[in-house]
């Protein structure tokens, strides 16, 4: 991954921002969370580390645009980059250690450079279009399992989706097939298990542009599929947020995928 890091400046400035933010997860020095929907909870950090992110890339490029989950879409331009400045918020303010900085540069609507790292074990899953998937600069590749009933599955969901249909069908599926089902509070982390084959496959509902666009591409580039609950696969389906990432011989085992 070295020389990729040298010679994709995308990739280095991202890790940079990355790496310089996450100093503000460690020190954990907030006041409070807030309520900013309906159990939904962010706090001060969120904000900072997001601030702190742009700051480092519109230094360095100046004319690209950012999608963040707390300030919203800012500047006009096909180079975006997506930012969760905390994938996982409750968790975090919870003291469970999992939670995540999701970051992903976007080239004309194109995932190019995704990257992900876990500030409680220093972990960085990083990917480049084409070029692979890594863990701390290692090579990474999906689960090479194809028995349904010996693979473990992680799902997540948010509070306003537990009534959905389509997501208690997927559960009750991997429930009885699976060997068994584990909900952490990142999604763009559980992706990265799903890439790194530490879980057989991840799948949720709803998320957000900025928490999937990292972690899909990490799936991808690791060898998986992503797809929606119908089977989509296109750029612009994965970035509303449905995603099943596995690999592909059980990703043909997932039923309750189907055509809408
Ligand atoms: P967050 O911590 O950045 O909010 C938990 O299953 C996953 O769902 C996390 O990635 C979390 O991201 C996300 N999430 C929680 N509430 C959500 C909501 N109301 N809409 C979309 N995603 C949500
Ligand atoms: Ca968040």
Redesign the pocket.
Known sequence: MEQLVRENKPLRVGLEAVDNAATIHQEREWDGAELK?P????TEI?FRIEQRIKERLSAEFPTHAFVG?EEGSEGASESVWYI?????????VYDLPH?SI?LAYVVDGVRTVGIVHHPESDTTYAAVAGEGAYRNGDQISVSDETDLSRSLFGI??????VNSQTLRTAFEFLIDETLGVR??????L?LCYAADGTFDGFL?R???S??VAAGTLIVEEAGGVVTDFAGNSTEEQLFE?DVVATNEQLRDRMEFVTPS
């Open positions: 929907s159990q939904q909870l962010v969120d989950e969760d400045p905390i994938d996982g918020t409750t968790d975090f939670s999701s997540g969901f948010s509070q306003n989706d909900r952490y509070g990142s999604a763009a559980q949720h709803n998320l957000g900025w928490d947020g």
